[in-house]
Nanobody, 124 residues
Framework: QVQLVESGGGLVQAGGSLRLSCAAS????????MGWFRQAPGKEREFVSR????????SYADSVKGRFTISRDIAKNTVYLRMMNLKPEDTAVYYC?????????????????WGQGTQVTVSS
């Protein structure tokens, strides 16, 4: 089992940047594929990005492609989501998730563990 804690959210102006962190504890971090999802008010939780168990493959939602970057630091047991050129439509609670499987991973049901979320608000 793994516990996930997100941090790094906040209020930023449009065009600004933030870096979200997801610290993992429990089982070895490298045993999991990792993902980021977000949920805006009144909307369903949606896929943002994912990173394979080996760290060699990543994927992004079309809405964030070219602006967001997922990465990890094995030594720190932490996965990051670097967000640049933020837009008001990026406003949401961002969740980190871990999956024991290493395929699919574009849907909530593919993940086994979730963090509590961190709020990102982008003002226009």
């Amino acid at each position: 089992q793994v516990q996930l804690v997100e941090s790094g959210g906040g209020l930023v102006q449009a065009g600004g940047s933030l870096r979200l962190s997801c610290a993992a504890s429990g089982r070895s971090f490298s045993d999991y594929a990792m993902g980021w999802f977000r949920q805006a008010p009144g909307k369903e939780r949606e896929f943002v990005s994912r990173l394979s168990r080996t760290g060699g493959s990543s994927s992004y939602a079309d809405s964030v492609k070219g602006r967001f970057t997922i990465s990890r630091d094995i030594a720190k047991n932490t996965v990051y989501l670097r967000m640049m050129n933020l837009k008001p439509e990026d406003t949401a609670v961002y969740y980190c998730a871990a999956a024991t499987r290493d395929y699919g991973l574009d849907y909530q049901g593919d993940y086994d563990y979730w963090g509590q979320g961190t709020q990102v608000t982008v003002s226009s």
